[in-house]
């Protein structure tokens, strides 16, 4: 079974985003600026937000976190989101999730000016996504993408199921499959029969959120499985939305948990901070 690890993926478009980085700073002496917004102190968000502190400056990227209690009203968080869109020093801005209870994400999408949304949840982006001429790739979605083009798996012409809908990762997912001519089944909570849909994908994309949803009862053998789940056990273990081990001699090829899709994450929204330092004028 092929293991579709992040590390060498990471080692290549690493090296090509830092020699792109210094060469716009050569050029235009522009170097990129991230921006993050941090509300409450959910562990799991703030280890998850220093990385890309830390993976911003391996990049050259310059890079700052704002801080806001768990009680910030949405008012607060607003009045600091329009001045960074008004701020020609930063290039993209990220709205950490998840977000308290007093925050609509159904406003919250709108916040973030469209040319600085580098993780695309805006809906101008989603938009301009799934009519096939995104300004920027979401990033999970677009991380598995690289993963499978890294390892030579092609989807074209391929069934591919995605477990979830979620607007993060299911649904712009299977706009990037469909972009890449995979003929597309998506299973979420109503789906009547999951296991037997999944069971017709040569690929199978798990990102319902569940942790140990999938076994070998959702695969067909010789499957690729793409594990987007990350959970950890009460035991402290790091585990994904497929059981471990179940789908030893069933599955072709399978993301680790950890150490597959994550880190890709982090990396496609360096890639579009980039990417929108560079178009400026």
Known sequence: MIRIAAKPVLEVRRKKLIEQTAQLKSATGRIPHLSVILVGDDPASRI??????????????????????????????????????????????????????QFNEKDVVFWVAPEKDVDCLHPENVGLLVNGNPRFLPCTPAGVMFLLEHYQLSVEKKTACVIGRSSIVGKPLAALLLGKNASVI???????????????????????????????????????????????????????????GSLDGIASALTPVPGGVGPMTIQVLLENTYQSCKSKK
Not at 59 to 69: D, K, V
Not at 226 to 242: L, S
């Open 48 to 101: 998850y937000v220093q990385k890309k502190g830390e993976t911003a400056e391996l990049m050259g990227f310059t890079h700052e976190t704002i801080l806001f209690p768990e009680a910030a009203t949405p008012a607060e968080v607003l009045a600091c989101v329009k001045k960074l869109n008004e701020n020609p020093a930063v290039d993209g801005i990220l709205m950490q999730r998840p977000l308290p209870k």
């Open 186 to 244: 998506q299973i979420h909570r109503s789906t009547p029969n999951p296991k037997g849909l999944c069971r017709q994908a040569d690929f199978v994309f798990v990102a319902a959120g569940v942790p140990a949803l999938v076994n070998a009862d959702w695969i067909k053998p010789g499957a690729v499985v793409v594990d987007v789940g990350i959970h950890r056990t009460a035991d402290g273990k790091v585990i994904g939305d497929v059981a471990p």
